[in-house]
């Protein structure tokens, strides 16, 4: 996990103008433009609330009809324009793979504060935060808890790449390597000092699952690099011990520059190296 650039949003009150000047339906224009003012003045309070969104307060915006008009604008042409334009340099940043979790494919745009209970930050690019369609059914549209705490992380503006509280453990047995190696996933919250960030990233982990998560896509992260070795012509020790050690550190090393130390992928690459782990894989293959 690491954090994003935050997007460009210096055209985001001319995006809603144009947004307004499209609507064919005369209903939603209407309405669009009766809240215009109120939509500013909010993207303001975002932008003055960012690092505490929890603050930003309850909407005005309250009925269907309304909500409706605002939300009827995020569509397939909106979603295109800030993937090119606002959010461009955030998708670049994520290379397609989800912030949220680190391992799925981005396939959705999430409303970090929900549209349905805040529709005025529906197209604001702040409030926009690309990720797969598993983290997003999972988040759904909660935000903040009964005491107003927020329970995600905010990858704009969320410091939390300098902490390391992510650790995994492997064990397996030598006699079949493939079928016996096992996979956990630890989270040590109490290393993030910042009290409020640690429950925030303890119910971020906790809602989103990503620990048992993490144990599944990392069982399968060895079954392909088993694959990929047993694939080899010539199975000759030596050759297999060059694949599997670049496999290994190329992994991680790409994944440290990419994602960092609190990154699943890097972790087991790490730990994987760590233990010697190709040795086994020599005996199982060879």
């Known amino acids: 996990m690491k954090n994003l650039s935050e997007p460009e949003n210096s055209e985001a009150i001319s995006a809603l103008d144009e947004t307004i000047n499209r609507k064919r339906k005369e209903d939603y224009a ?48 909106f979603k295109k324009k800030i993937k090119n334009d606002e959010l461009k340099k955030v998708y670049e940043e994520c290379e ?7 391992d799925g494919k981005i396939e959705e745009v999430d409303h970090y504060v929900p549209k349905e209970d805040y529709p005025e930050f529906t197209l604001y690019p702040n409030n926009l935060i690309p990720l797969c369609n598993k983290c997003n059914k999972k988040k759904g549209s909660k935000f903040i808890d009964g ?16 902490v390391e509280f992510l650790s995994v453990e492997i064990s397996f047995n030598s006699m079949n390597i493939k079928k016996s190696t096992k996979i956990n996933y630890i989270a040590d919250y109490s290393k993030i000092a910042d009290g409020y960030l640690r429950r925030i990233v303890q119910y971020h982990y906790q809602y989103l699952d990503l620990l048992c998560r993490y ?25 297999i011990r060059i694949i599997a050690d670049g496999w290994i550190l190329g992994k991680r090393n790409n994944q440290m520059k990419k994602a960092g130390k609190n990154d699943w992928k890097y972790l087991l690459y790490e730990k994987l190296y760590a233990i010697n782990y190709v040795d086994e894989l020599i005996k199982y293959v060879c």
Request: net charge positive; proline share 2%.
């Open 147 to 162: 005491q107003n705490r927020r329970q995600f992380i905010n990858f704009y503006y969320d410091n939390i790449g300098s």
């Open 30 to 77: 209407k309405r669009l433009n009766a809240y215009k003012s109120y939509i500013v003045n909010r993207y303001n309070t975002y932008e003055q609330e960012k690092k505490a969104l929890e603050n930003v307060g309850a909407s005005k915006i309250a009925s269907k009809e309304d909500k409706d008009a605002i939300h009827s604008s995020f569509n397939t042409a």
């Open 96 to 102: 397609g793979i989800c912030p949220y979790c680190g």
């Open 215 to 239: 144990n599944e896509a990392a069982v399968y992260e060895i079954s392909e690099l088993i694959a990929v070795l047993q694939s080899q012509p010539n199975r000759d020790r030596n050759d």
